[in-house]
């Protein structure tokens, strides 16, 4: 008996784990979300190793830099893997905040910034970025926004019949929650933004990608596979 109790002591007295996956239903769509405590684990935006040369894929970024509790690809790219819109990694900006029309779903505005600042990180669109002034450690330009303030992209239609797999992420007004999400099948925009307002409860969303989406995570024996990748968010591992 002072055994069981023993353990159900240290059981309350462990930490809650920082970083945690699972999958999930909603709207009878299946998807797995990633919970991050920027507070607690140090969230990195990763593009090009020593030599300038663009990782590509999870297992680079672990071969260079230690292995990852989490990864995620974190935004759209050129075909030579460089970043669409603003990126900036460890202080340092690579390419500028775009603000102007262009094609595709970066340009279907309004688009965004997923910024890291400190202990806090925030999913922020990108006039409302670019008037802050805002200082990001690390961030990423996606787009489009999925939930802007707690409302859905207008332009997204309960209708629609472009559907695919899909990932992003969403924050907390505070900063102190991120949650990372993508479709285990294709979905539309507007059930994927409902995932980040009305299952997470999360009052801005970012759409990273819906042709190249990746998910590392181990404690889902999952690393995906496939094209290479530009952006990779992740969390190291102790």
């Not at 340092?92 to 029309?101: C, P, Y």
């Not at 990372?180 to 969303?205: C, K, M, Q």
């Amino acid at each position: 008996m002072r055994a069981v109790i023993a353990f159900l002591l240290a059981l309350l007295a462990a930490p809650a784990l920082a970083v945690t996956c699972a999958d999930t239903a909603f709207d009878g769509r299946s998807y797995t979300i990633c919970t991050v405590d920027p507070a607690r684990e140090g969230l990195h935006l990763f593009l090009r190793d020593s030599a300038g040369q663009p990782y590509g894929d999870f297992g680079a970024v672990e071969t260079a830099e230690g292995a990852l509790a989490f990864g995620m690809n974190a935004g759209m790219y050129h075909p030579d893997r460089a970043p669409v819109g603003l990126y900036v990694e460890d202080g340092v900006q690579v390419t500028r905040l775009l603000t102007a029309d262009s094609p595709g779903n970066f340009g279907l505005l309004p688009n965004g910034v997923f910024c890291i600042a400190g202990n806090r990180a925030f999913v922020v669109e990108t006039l409302a970025f670019a008037a802050s002034g805002r200082a990001c450690e690390d961030a990423t330009q996606s787009g489009p926004m999925l939930v802007i303030d707690g409302a859905m992209h207008p332009r997204f239609l309960p209708d629609s019949t472009s559907r695919n797999i899909r990932n992003g992420v969403g924050t907390t007004a505070a900063g102190d929650r991120v949650v990372f999400a993508i479709s285990n099948e294709a979905v539309t925009f507007h059930e994927f933004a409902r995932l980040f307002r009305d299952r997470l409860g999360l009052p801005d969303a970012l759409y990273f990608d819906g042709r190249i989406s990746r998910l590392h995570a181990p404690a889902l024996g999952r690393s995906d596979w496939g094209a290479a990748m530009g952006p990779i968010v992740g969390v190291l591992a102790d």
